[in-house]
């Protein structure tokens, strides 16, 4: 062979192995710059390719930064807001900062304000709006009424539970709320509901101690409602949920009277603590106060919740009231005379006890004592022979006959006022707490009226009565069940006495088309 082929073939190989160290150098220096990409890049680059298939481009998807995405501080300026807690204006300046807050601090052009800084979440606010020119106090007004922190989800299980309530023991209420106006209902729903907790309280203790527990726990319960504050329990937390969205109202109109009376749920509570005992009456008068701290209460409640705040509907509503609180009192005697066996299947039993629920302390007449002794009538007969005790019929219809004349009072002031007259005689809780009502200006004109466009009394008086009628339809009720203790001869013991009334549905529907019950 010559030294030119060997001198060639040395050339060659030297050239491959060359060749070979140069891939070798450009693969380590591929992997090295890829090192940093995901596994799925490197494995990617190592495998081989294949003619068949076409390559598709490599898209890196790469995580966006947090500078990208932070948003930026919105400066609002200074506006004037009216705070929810006190219903005051304040300027203040307002900006969203980079973590989304709404920052509160003091105005620019007060430059020695001592006002801190204060951070809100936008979870705590409902959308702010602008009101109406003649609300205004200054340009640039917003109103940002804050929620009690209650999520919807409580609310409606809150209100299942109030409805529930009522459906169980106070069917009458249940059916009449029909007629109320659907912004109305959830707070007559949470005012019923209040009153069953507590009329319930007696028959789930019968240790006084123990009762005043419970009714201490509902006036700190009505406290901490009225300052968005409620406990965990349902009638608190619907009561807070309308208390909040009365307040919300409030602030779109302007007003600073008060949309429910706190005073009010506790005189409800004080009167049922001083009667847990079951005592019987002094006197029909004293009767009649009861059921005007309590059925009256209760239609006073609705009424400023409606909202309405007027002497000629809370008159009516007391006379309503008191015929209703009566009527209860005469539908409890059996009850209270001859407690029912313990339900030992009441499932619950574990929630309080129930109104079927066996009392431990012995039967209770609680006719007022001068009707009884005018009557002849004594308790050791009652709790003797029932129905049969001497003088007891006659008893009970002077009793009835007092709630039937509070009805055939507030009938007669309805059709007096719907005819464009006057109550006729004055309102003997005025001027008292909650009933201050003052000279207030006449309302607008609809229709009919004062010549310079505003309500002369007359039409101001039949316009307040048809906004409040729904409210008093529980005059429907007790009538009917007055009607129906007519019937049976004034015998208290009646078992039909304790049935529902089928017919309710529809006087109920006839006497609110009618406007007269």
Not at 3 to 31: G, P
Not at 387 to 394: C, H, Q, R, S, T
Request: with cysteine; glycine share 6%.
């Amino acid at each position: 062979m010559s030294e030119s082929s060997i001198s060639s073939a040395t050339n060659f190989d030297a050239s491959k192995e060359e060749t070979k160290e140069s891939r070798k150098s450009r693969l380590f220096k591929r992997m090295s710059n890829i090192s940093a990409a995901s596994r799925r890049s490197i494995a990617s680059a190592l495998s081989p390719v294949r003619k068949d298939i076409k390559e598709e481009p490599i898209v890196e998807h790469h995580e966006p930064s947090r500078e990208t995405i932070r948003p930026l501080a919105v400066e609002i300026g200074d506006v004037n807001i009216q705070f929810p807690d006190t219903l005051l204006w304040k300027r203040r300046h307002m900006k969203i900062d980079e973590q989304g807050l709404l920052v509160l601090s003091a105005s620019k052009v007060d430059n020695h304000s001592k006002v801190i800084p204060k951070r809100y979440p936008f979870t705590e606010f409902h959308s702010p709006y602008v009101p109406g020119q003649d609300q205004q106090e200054l340009p640039n007004n917003y109103k940002t009424p804050k929620t009690s922190g209650i999520s919807e989800e409580e609310v409606r299980r809150a209100a299942q539970y109030c409805t529930n309530l009522l459906m169980q023991y106070d069917h009458p209420s249940y059916i009449l709320s029909t007629f109320l106006p659907p912004s109305l209902r959830p707070a007559h729903i949470a005012i019923r509901a209040f009153n069953l907790e507590l009329a319930r309280i007696p028959d789930a203790s019968s240790s006084a101690p123990v009762r005043s527990m419970r009714y201490q726990f509902w006036r700190d319960t009505i406290t901490s409602a009225f300052d968005l504050r409620p406990a965990a329990q349902p009638v608190a937390v619907l009561l807070s949920s309308v208390l909040t969205s009365l307040r919300q109202q409030q602030a779109r109109h302007g007003s600073i009277k008060p949309s429910l009376n706190r005073s009010w749920f506790l005189r409800l509570i004080s009167t049922r603590e001083k009667h847990s005992a079951n005592a019987p009456y002094p006197t029909l008068t004293h009767l009649e106060t009861y059921a005007e701290n309590t059925y009256s209460t209760l239609l006073y409640l609705t009424l400023s919740a409606l909202p309405l705040h007027s002497l000629t509907a809370d008159h009516i509503a007391s006379h309503i009231g008191k015929a209703a609180g009566i009527t209860a009192v005469l539908r409890g005697v059996p009850l209270l005379a001859f407690p029912p066996p313990p339900n030992h299947h009441n499932n619950t039993a574990g929630m309080g006890g129930s109104l079927d629920t066996q009392r431990t302390q012995p039967g209770a007449v609680t006719l007022p004592l001068d009707v009884m002794a005018e009557c002849g009538v004594k308790e050791e007969d009652v709790l003797r022979y029932g129905a049969e005790a001497p003088g007891l019929k006659d008893a009970v219809f002077k009793v009835a006959t007092r709630a039937s004349d509070h009805l055939i009072t507030a009938r007669a002031m309805v059709k007096s006022v719907q005819g464009g007259g006057d109550v006729g005689h004055a309102f003997e809780y005025e001027g008292q707490e909650g009933h201050e009502y003052g000279d207030s200006p006449d309302m607008p004109y609809s229709g009919e009226g004062g010549r310079d466009g505003r309500m002369d009394k007359s039409a101001q008086q039949r316009e307040e009565v048809e906004r409040a009628f729904g409210v008093f339809m529980p005059a429907v009720s007790t009538r009917l069940w007055l009607e129906r203790l007519e019937k049976a001869d004034f015998d208290i013991f009646d078992e039909r006495l304790r049935r529902r009334d089928w017919r309710l549905p529809w006087k109920a529907w006839w006497a609110h088309r009618r406007r007269m019950f």
